[in-house]
């Protein structure tokens, strides 16, 4: 059964780092497009940072500089090492997979069909 796994949530004050792990069962993901995601309560699902399938990073304009993605396909890991949080970065985040990603004129286009079930970050003032 392909599945994808969350860890690494938690409460934090602000200011302070945690590191999201999302881990494939079923499946190895060298070759997809990977990312996280997050929700707010009342807020749209949003992309926070991608890794594509040739290495290759995005980051929303809100985390750029504090978040970084990382993979590891030989332990078909994905990581988001968190830091500098805020309050507004509280949310449940996800991590997805897209078996089908394609790349034309240096942008990707990732259809994102594999979700975890989420791990909730919470941030404290």
């Avoid at 602000?14 to 997809?32: I, N």
């Avoid at 009342?42 to 399938?53: C, D, F, L, M, P």
């Avoid at 290759?56 to 504090?66: E, F, I, L, T």
Wanted: charged share 15%; with cysteine; glycine share 12%.
């Amino acid at each position: 059964q392909v599945q994808l796994v969350e860890s690494g949530g938690g409460s934090v004050q602000a200011g302070g780092s945690l590191r999201l792990s999302c881990v494939a069962f079923g499946y190895t993901f060298d070759s997809y497009c990977l990312g996280w995601f997050r929700q707010a309560p009342g807020k749209e699902r949003e992309g926070v940072a991608s890794v594509y399938s040739d290495g290759s990073k995005s980051y929303a304009d809100s985390v750029k500089g504090r978040f970084t993605i990382s993979r590891d396909n030989a332990k078909n890991t994905l990581t988001l090492q968190m830091n500098s949080l805020k309050p507004e970065d509280t949310a449940m985040y996800y991590c997805a997979a897209a078996t089908q990603c394609t790349v034309a004129a240096g942008i990707w286009r990732p259809r994102w069909n594999l979700w975890g079930q989420g791990t909730q970050v919470t941030v404290s003032s």
